[in-house]
């Protein structure tokens, strides 16, 4: 049974994460349709080309500003290396994931 990419996009909306069952599906839960709402939802909207990896990079911002924070008032800081914002390459369209995979 087939089921149309756009029509498993819109499912996708409601899961939380990334749904792994084969690799169609895997390619589809990272497409923008899906991860440009969750994005908008809990941070800030943004304009992106790649809404999933700008979601990972958030967070890993957060999580770098709680743990410099924890050290600053431990008195332990050391050497603070900032990250670096990364180049995204586009997400596919679900359009281009092919049916069979």
């Given amino acids: ?21 084969n ?4 390619r589809l839960s990272k497409t923008n349709i899906v991860w440009k709402y969750k994005y908008n939802k809990v941070f ?7 809404y999933y990896e700008e979601y990972k ?3 890993l911002t ?10 600053w008032t431990l008195g332990c800081v050391g050497k ?12 596919e369209h679900y359009d281009a994931i092919p049916d069979t995979i």
């Fill in 44 to 50: 800030k909207p943004k304009l992106s080309i790649n």
């Fill in 1 to 21: 049974m087939n089921i149309p990419n756009e029509i498993i996009c819109h499912i996708l909306l409601f899961l939380k994460g990334i749904v792994s069952v």
């Fill in 23 to 26: 690799k169609k599906i895997l």
């Fill in 62 to 71: 957060k999580k770098h500003l709680r743990r410099y924070q924890a050290s």
């Fill in 57 to 59: 990079w958030t967070l």
């Fill in 80 to 91: 603070f290396k900032p990250i670096d914002y990364p180049k995204f390459l586009a997400a």
